[in-house]
C-alpha cells in the first residue's frame, strides 16, 4: 500500500515570505498526486492535483507543485503567502486509475500579519 | 457549499449509545467514502462505496456500520463507541469508481463526534 510522509507539521511564517511544503511517497508504480487545504472550520478542498504532463502544475490561490518522479515527491510552494494561507495542508497519492487515497498527517501553517 | 453535506455537524454520545453519522452528495458522483480524521495522524480511509456496493472495508471495527441504500446517501450507524474513536468524520464523493477514478474526492465540512 501507498504512504505519504510530510514533514514539519507546524510553519510559522509572516506575509510576504515563501512557502515550501514537502511530500514524498512511496509507491513504484504510476501515481496520482494531489494537494488539499482544509482552512478553519471549513471542509478539505482540492487545492491542485497532478495526473501526468508537465511536472510543475498550478493550482488555486498562487500556488504550484512540482512531481519529481526520481524523488517520489511532490512539494508545495507559494513565493509569497498571505493571512489568508492559513491553514492545514494534506498532500495525497493514489495508484494511476484508482481512488483510494492515501493522505500525508498534514503541516498546519500560520501566516502571522 | 461543497455539494457534500453531513449532518450531525456536532455529535456527543455515551458508550452505550447508538447514534447515526448522515451524507448526502448533489454532485451526481457514484462513489461515496467514509474517512476519519484525528489529531496528528493521517486521514485513515474507512469505507468504500461504488454504485451502492460497498468495496472495500479498511479493517474498520464492528462498531461502526455503514449503510449505503443508493449513490447520493451514504450513513455510518455507530454503537458502543469507545472514547478513541471520538474524531472528525468524513464524507467523500468521487466521480468513478475503483479501477476509473481519477482519486479527486469531493469532501464534506464533517461530523464531530466525542464519545464520552
Known amino acids: 500500500a501507498q504512504s505519504v510522509s510530510q514533514h514539519n507539521h507546524h510553519v510559522i511564517l509572516s506575509e510576504a515570505a515563501s512557502l515550501e511544503l514537502g511530500c514524498n511517497y512511496s509507491?513504484?508504480?504510476?501515481?496520482?498526486l494531489f494537494w488539499y487545504v482544509q482552512y478553519p472550520g471549513q471542509h478539505l478542498q482540492l487545492l491542485l492535483k497532478?495526473?501526468?504532463?508537465?511536472?510543475l502544475v498550478k493550482g488555486i490561490k498562487g500556488f504550484e507543485a512540482e512531481f519529481i518522479k526520481s524523488k517520489f515527491s511532490f512539494n508545495l510552494r507559494k513565493p509569497s503567502v498571505q493571512w489568508s494561507d492559513t491553514a492545514e495542508y494534506f498532500c495525497a497519492v493514489t495508484p494511476y486509475g484508482n481512488n483510494r487515497l492515501a493522505f500525508g498527517k498534514g503541516n498546519q501553517v500560520v501566516v502571522i500579519p | 457549499e461543497t455539494g457534500v453535506t453531513q449532518t450531525p455537524r456536532h455529535l456527543v454520545m455515551g458508550m452505550t449509545n447508538k447514534k447515526s453519522l448522515k451524507c448526502e452528495q448533489h454532485?451526481?458522483?457514484?462513489?461515496m467514502y467514509w474517512y476519519k480524521q484525528s489529531a496528528k495522524k493521517p486521514l485513515e480511509l474507512m469505507f468504500v462505496y461504488n454504485f451502492k456496493e460497498q468495496t472495500e472495508n479498511n479493517s474498520v471495527p464492528s462498531r461502526f456500520s455503514p449503510e449505503c441504500p443508493n449513490s447520493s446517501h451514504l450513513f455510518l450507524h455507530l454503537h458502543t463507541l469507545q472514547p478513541e474513536d471520538s474524531a472528525l468524520y468524513l464524507c467523500a464523493s468521487s466521480q468513478g469508481g475503483q479501477g476509473a477514478g481519477t482519486g479527486e474526492l469531493f469532501f464534506g465540512e464533517g461530523s464531530r463526534l466525542t464519545v464520552l
Open positions: 454532485l451526481g458522483h457514484n462513489a
Open positions: 509507491y513504484g508504480g504510476t501515481v496520482n
Open positions: 497532478y495526473f501526468s504532463g508537465d511536472p
